[in-house]
């Protein structure tokens, strides 16, 4: 095997141009591999961390995934009389029996969870007027299941502690209505029911929408302002483990009943889209170490070309045919053994020199960093995958230099 590599690298270096601009093709493949799939990678990992961290895992509501069956049409089940227009009975929404749920939940290991009473209201201020989602929660559990102390600005989470009637807000909606940190606020519910607020803490998520039409109060206070004591309509809830939040919801839902979804199905869309960006990113960077393979497959092609002579004295000499094709194969994992020495440096300084990249995006006051991705599974794609196309580009003109009759060579044959 070490001659076999000796014949192999000599036919190489007699060809050193050709043999450079191939080995250089496997070089920039696999550093434009590494570079693009490590933006793409993090720019994945940035947004799904983004997503797991600032929403709940689990959402418990107070809704059922199923439509309930009409008292109607379980007495009349295989009537042929359709009955319609049936106005249900007006009822308080809410989860029933709430408490009870949550001491089940709470009892569950590498689970925490709390109670959220959600609904609209109208803030009035200086003769303004403006929509926003309150979510009243226990504010000593808000830590548990939610960021918002990341992004609080003015004020502290810690003040809504001690303040019944305090409200947390976004800061666009602060600017809008020119409202600062202790100022008091009027806040009408739909039922008509009207409370003043004041305000604790300010936050800045950097979603404008959220900034502009959330608030956080104490769960006490809205159900007393949209009027429905002692219930809650969500319930949200954290995992240790966000990747088992789609098998654990279902879980959940068997048990209370009540509709549970994962942050999985809230976002299978955008993670349908994240899918289908992998499949294309890899495709286009494949393409790179593939037209790479072309170059080493052309480079082996002239050189069994030229060593016709060569290889027939070999064979002469007693090489096999298997010993002639393992030469050329041998060509094609020194240039991608090359390549990958070269390239796998070359496209982590690339990925250190991206992560130094940063913008500000237009409207944005902060400044962000391109986001990367170091993880190894990468750099073994890369280098897996660029063996196997010079092994693949070498086998055909390595199957052709096997096949070589001596004797029609050394007469003078085709």
């Not at 990747?243 to 809230?266: N, P, T």
């Not at 072309?294 to 069994?304: A, C, D, H, K, L």
Request: aromatic share 8%.
């Amino acid at each position: 095997m070490r001659l076999l590599a000796f014949i192999a690298l000599k036919h190489l270096l007699a060809r050193k141009r050709q043999s450079f601009v191939s080995l250089m093709g496997i070089i920039l493949g696999v550093a434009f591999f590494l570079g693009i799939s490590s933006i793409m990678q993090g720019s994945e990992q940035d947004f799904i961390k983004r997503l797991v961290d600032n929403s709940p895992h689990i959402t418990i509501s107070d809704e059922y995934r199923e439509p309930r069956i009409q008292p109607a049409q379980k007495l009349y089940k295989d009537s042929m009389v359709s009955i319609r227009n049936v106005t249900p009975l007006t009822e308080t929404r809410g989860i029933r029996g709430y408490e009870k749920i949550l001491g089940k939940l709470k009892n569950t290991p590498g689970l925490v969870a709390s109670p959220v009473l959600a609904g609209q209201g109208i803030i009035t201020y200086a003769g303004q007027e403006t929509g926003i989602t309150l979510s009243g929660m226990i504010p000593e559990e808000i830590d548990s299941v939610s960021t918002i102390r990341n992004y609080m600005v003015e004020g502290s989470l810690e003040r809504l502690f001690g303040n019944p009637d305090g409200i947390l807000i976004g800061v666009t909606l602060a600017k809008d209505l020119s409202l600062s940190l202790n100022d008091m606020i009027t806040v009408v519910a739909p039922s008509g029911d009207v409370k003043r607020f004041k305000i604790v803490g300010i936050f800045k998520t950097g979603r404008g929408g959220y900034d502009r039409g959330q608030g956080f109060i104490n769960l006490k206070r809205a159900q007393t302002l949209f009027n429905r004591p002692n219930r809650i309509n969500s319930i949200l809830v954290k995992l240790d483990d966000p990747q088992q939040a789609l098998a654990m919801s279902k879980d959940i839902e068997s048990i209370v009943g009540y509709k549970s979804e994962s942050w999985q199905e809230q976002s299978a869309d955008l993670m349908n889209t994240l899918a289908i960006r992998n499949i294309i990113m890899y495709s286009v960077v494949s393409a790179v170490l593939i037209v790479a393979a072309f170059g080493i497959y052309n480079v082996i092609s002239t050189v069994v070309m030229e060593k016709h002579r060569d290889i027939a004295i070999l064979k002469s000499m007693g090489f096999q045919s298997e010993d002639i094709r393992r030469i050329f194969l041998i060509q094609g994992v020194l240039l991608g053994i090359a390549g990958n020495m070269i390239g796998i440096p070359l496209g982590a300084l690339m990925i250190q020199g991206l992560s130094n990249i940063k913008f500000k995006p237009p409207g944005s006051s902060d400044v962000i960093y391109m986001p990367v991705s170091w993880g190894f599974e990468q750099f073994v794609i890369a280098a897996a995958f660029a063996i196997c196309a010079a092994v693949l580009a070498a086998y055909l003109p390595a199957r052709k230099g096997a096949q070589l009759m001596p004797v029609d060579v050394l007469r003078g044959g085709s």
